[in-house]
């Protein structure tokens, strides 16, 4: 083989190879992005469900006559949505969050009040096995003002 050919070779090979490596990193960003927009819309839809099952709670509780068992299957699916929350706000995840990036800027205490959440939540969960209707609303109104507190904080309004 000439050299102008082997050169043409090489030349063609090192093209190859530097075309499939940024076919390969731009495929790899576009699965990270996915990846963040997926924790986006699942902490947005735990946050919606969280707030739809509180207040399902609230009212349970608030009735003469308890049903339960319909109490232990709401707050079980509430604790599960509260704990799912503290692996979904990763770093590169604020694209279309409503989350202020004091967030990702003071993430200790944000995922503090994310525990503190949770934690009540727990309360609350034991609280309704046990059939203890006043802890479970104690464990409730702490859960909400722990809520608020965080919203005030960190989510923006627009």
Not at 37 to 59: L, M, P, T
Not at 99 to 123: E, G, P, R, T
């Amino acid at each position: 083989m000439s050299v102008p050919t082997r050169v043409n070779t090489v030349i063609t090979a090192l093209s190859l190879t530097f075309s499939l490596a940024i076919t390969s990193a731009a495929a790899s960003e576009s699965t990270l992005t996915a990846s963040l927009i997926q924790d986006v819309e699942q902490r947005q839809a735990a946050f919606s469900q969280i707030e739809k099952q509180q207040k399902q709670i609230d009212k349970a509780l608030g009735n003469s006559s308890t049903d339960w068992s319909q109490l232990e299957v709401l707050s079980a699916d509430l604790t599960v949505n509260s704990a799912s929350l503290q692996h979904l706000f990763v770093q590169g995840s604020q694209l279309d969050s409503k989350a202020k990036d004091k967030v990702w800027d003071d993430n200790i205490q944000f995922k503090a009040a994310l525990d503190k959440m949770n934690n009540s939540f727990i309360k609350m969960d034991s609280a309704i096995q046990q059939q203890d209707k006043n802890t479970a609303k104690d464990a409730l109104k702490q859960a909400n003002n722990t809520c608020r507190n965080c919203h005030r904080q960190y989510r923006s309004r627009w």
